[in-house]
């Protein structure tokens, strides 16, 4: 008899036995208890007018979603927007923060963070003037009613105001400090990445700016890494003749701000996008961007691209998901409880008849990067509406909660309105979303793979023997018939990694396949 601890499987009279005990095992068995899930997909209008949401926080009885408003009363500014639902959906409260002349722009996903009990934003606060905009950076404290404690403004304190200072994202650091990225741009010269640390009550303890030459650098995202530094996700832009790429950057620094090394990721030949960086729980970086895969005039195709780094800067991986986009742009990178990778972002289908303008999506890898699950959202369906998804979190109960905006066009009806998606942890809006059949009829397709080392004590590897130009879905059951894992292959890959923490010892079901069929299915043991 074949030991335990040697397998090498292929569709066989052996693997539809394994298979058909595995589907009795599904119907003996019930799945896996899971906590109680909140679903909604709502649409918010305060002013008749513009809404747009672009952050979105758990808190104690429910969520609060930070954006921008355009008011009815000042002649149209632009207004940082705060708005608190309950769980769900039904709104709370809503305030706006602006007045006459005055525009303020929350930043990107991560403006919006808490810490002891307070809340704070990093934003824009923007003026004109006569022959330019004064822009200051502007960092909020609120209480937890989200009324104004204190306000810090940072940039040009005095005339000519010709130098613009944008805030873009803000971390926790040390933990009372705060360190923040965005941009300075003075009136005709370059931009330069601004990376600023204040105490926590918002003064400033130091800056530094970081770019060079005739390219246009922008920060967007920080985290703070193990060794005290920081890891700036960037994007930079040179502005010539013939046009311009616009390229990710990573710049890792000390805890002083001084630059240790940076990392240019993109194709240098197209459009890529900025990046988004998140701190992994073992302290290691993820970075999400795009990779550019074919210029179209002033568009792109683009892929997404996900990479985890060590602090000295070390690429542990760097992998390209999906096929690729037209005008593909990433908007955030987020780090789950149990270390999986959201990244959230839109793609134009504008030139697929029927359907809308931008539609959304929502990928999840593993910590080893393999792919698990991807989907698309799309609230209006008009052909030329707009369907934005900028922030993903993880909620209370182990789902995700989304924030945007949509942009409804003839035959859709209504405003620029903040849309927010509550869904489980595989991204469905409604129970039973996810209904890939992973395991439907045995079938001869010739594929094996083996499965090592065998009993497992923390991370196996499936090995596919032959290289194949399918799709490929890898799922893990246990002994209960209860899914565990599903893992997407994608064409031409041979193999990949997976970790078992957390799983309880016992026999577990590894199932191949492919267009709906099953491949090959293995038997293997976790271990403590």
């Given at each position: 008899m074949k030991s335990l601890l040697n397998y090498s499987f292929l569709s066989s009279k052996r693997a539809r036995l394994y298979l058909a005990l595995l589907i009795t095992a599904l119907f003996i068995f019930p799945f896996a208890a899971i906590s109680q899930q909140n679903y909604f997909e709502k649409r918010y209008d305060f002013n008749n007018n513009y809404d747009r949401a672009q952050n979105i926080l758990t808190v104690d009885s429910g969520y609060v979603i930070a954006g921008i408003t355009q008011d009815t009363l000042y002649y149209n500014n632009i207004h940082l927007s705060i708005t608190k639902i309950s769980l769900t959906g039904e709104i709370i409260f809503h305030k706006e923060y602006g007045y006459d002349s005055i525009n303020i722009l929350i930043g990107n996903p991560g403006a919006l963070i808490s810490n002891n009990n307070n809340y704070y934003t990093s934003s824009t606060y923007w003026i004109y003037i006569d022959d330019w905009v004064h822009e200051s950076g502007l960092l909020s404290c609120y209480n937890s009613m989200f009324d104004t404690i204190w306000t810090k403004k940072y940039g040009e304190t005095s005339y000519p105001y010709d130098t613009s200072f944008i805030l873009a994202q803000m971390k926790i650091a040390d933990e009372s400090n705060f360190i923040l990225t965005g941009s300075r741009m003075p009136n005709g010269i370059p931009s330069r990445i601004w990376l600023l640390k204040t105490d926590s009550l918002g003064n400033k303890l130091w800056e530094r700016f970081y770019g060079e030459g005739n390219e246009y650098f922008q920060g967007h995202s920080v985290v703070q890494?193990?060794?005290?530094?920081?890891?700036?996700?960037?994007?930079?832009?040179?502005?010539?003749?013939?046009?311009?790429?616009?390229?990710?950057?990573?710049?890792?620094?000390?805890?002083?701000?001084?630059?240790?090394?940076?990392?240019?990721?993109?194709?240098?030949?197209?459009?890529?996008?900025?990046?988004?960086?998140?701190?992994?729980?073992?302290?290691?970086?993820?970075?999400?961007?795009?990779?550019?895969?074919?210029?179209?005039?002033?568009n792109r195709f683009a892929k997404v691209k996900i990479m985890k780094i060590t602090p000295d800067g070390t690429v542990l991986w760097d992998y390209n998901y999906l096929d690729p986009g037209y005008d593909n742009i990433l908007l955030n990178t987020t780090i789950l409880n149990i270390g999986n990778i959201i990244t959230s972002g839109v793609v134009s289908t504008s030139y697929i008849s029927g359907k809308p303008w931008e539609i959304s999506w929502i990928l999840c890898v593993d910590s080893l990067g393999n792919q698990l699950w991807y989907k698309e959202y799309a609230m209006l369906t008009g052909e030329d509406s707009f369907n934005d998804l900028y922030d993903v979190i993880q909620t209370t109960d182990n789902g995700l909660i989304g924030c945007g905006m949509v942009i409804p066009v003839v035959p859709d009806?209504?405003?620029?309105?903040?849309?927010?998606?509550?869904?489980?942890?595989?991204?469905?809006?409604?129970?039973?979303?996810?209904?890939?059949?992973?395991?439907?009829?045995?079938?001869?397709?010739?594929?094996?793979?083996?499965?090592?080392?065998?009993?497992?004590?923390?991370?196996?590897?499936?090995?596919?023997?032959?290289?194949?130009?399918?799709?490929?879905?890898?799922?893990?059951?246990?002994?209960?018939?209860?899914?565990?894992?599903?893992?997407v292959i994608p064409k031409g890959s041979q193999s990949l990694r997976l970790q078992t923490t957390g799983w309880p010892e016992g026999v577990y079901f590894g199932v191949l396949s492919s267009e709906g069929s099953t491949a090959a299915t293995c038997k293997f043991v976790v271990r403590k």
């Open positions: 890494t193990a060794d005290g530094g920081y890891v700036i996700g960037a994007a930079k832009f040179e502005i010539h003749a013939t046009g311009g790429y616009l390229d990710p950057l990573i710049i890792k620094t000390d805890s002083l701000g001084n630059e240790e090394w940076r990392k240019n990721p993109g194709n240098p030949d197209v459009d890529d996008n900025k990046v988004m960086v998140a701190l992994a729980a073992d302290g290691n970086i993820i970075a999400g961007t795009n990779y550019g895969t074919k210029q179209a005039g002033d009806t209504g405003t620029n309105d903040i849309w927010v998606m509550k869904m489980d942890s595989m991204g469905c809006l409604e129970p039973g979303c996810d209904t890939t059949v992973d395991v439907v009829e045995t079938s001869d397709i010739g594929d094996k793979f083996t499965l090592y080392p065998n009993p497992v004590t923390g991370t196996f590897t499936v090995k596919i023997d032959d290289e194949t130009t399918r799709i490929q879905i890898f799922t893990v059951f246990n002994m209960y018939g209860t899914k565990v894992k599903k893992v």
